[in-house]
């Protein structure tokens, strides 16, 4: 089973819908973030949290919102969807316990956004 | 700004052969540099990481060069394999921080 896993994989959404993207795990670890990645532009990323009761705001906040529901589950919502939403978004997790807070990845929700 | 820099979005080489990644930085606050690879319809995977108070790091085929003066960092993969054509992203840590800095990609496509 893998140990980070993101629902859906695909979505196809119209402008003015709200999404919502939603990541789990079961490695244990107490840090989660969400990026997204576009062509040319890598991964960029949009919030993350260090623990339940945690909350940070990433470089591409704007038009974003998350929730972390508990220590392995963190969701990425978009409130009003617009066209330039439309990218490939990725959870990942790191335990900070480690010397290099090594990230592991999602397998990825391609969204598109009309 | 992009403070993570890969200037070469491809590289095309032969299997046998070395393959050099290449990606600068402009942060001196970054403590750890990591490479990962990415498969299509795949997440990031890690392939390894060099501290910065480093100047090597080898695993296998993969070795990661830094080079602090020049504010440059290399992914060597020696002898290039069919298998290791994926998009490579290096990434920058600030100082403890836990956020990851990425560059764009360089696709990597080892030819049979």
């Known amino acids: 089973d893998a140990d980070v896993t993101q629902t859906p994989r695909n979505r196809i959404t119209k402008t003015g819908k709200r999404i919502m993207l939603e990541c789990s795990q079961t490695k244990g670890h107490d840090r989660m973030y969400w990026y997204r990645q576009d062509p040319g532009l890598g991964l960029r990323l949009i919030y993350y949290s260090f623990d339940v009761k945690d909350i940070n705001k990433g470089e591409i906040s704007d038009g974003y919102s998350v929730s972390r529901q508990a220590q392995a589950k963190f969701s990425l919502s978009l409130e009003s969807a617009i066209p330039n939403q439309t990218a490939l978004y990725f959870c990942a997790t790191s335990d900070q316990t480690t010397l290099t807070d090594t990230q592991y990845f999602g397998p990825g929700t391609r969204l598109t956004v009309l | 700004d992009q403070q993570v820099k890969q200037n070469s979005p491809s590289l095309s080489v032969q299997e046998g052969r070395i393959s050099i990644l290449n990606c600068d930085y402009t942060n001196s606050m970054f403590d750890y540099f990591l490479w990962y690879k990415k498969y299509p319809a795949e997440g990031p995977t890690f392939l390894i990481s060099?501290?910065?108070?480093?100047d090597k790091n080898e695993d296998g085929r993969f070795t990661v060069f830094l080079n602090k003066s020049a504010k440059h960092l290399s992914l060597h993969i020696v002898p290039s394999q069919p298998g290791d054509s994926a998009v490579y992203f290096c990434a920058a840590r600030y100082n403890q921080g836990g956020k990851l800095i990425f560059g764009q990609g360089t696709e990597l496509s080892v030819k049979p």
């Open positions: 060099i501290s910065s108070i480093k």
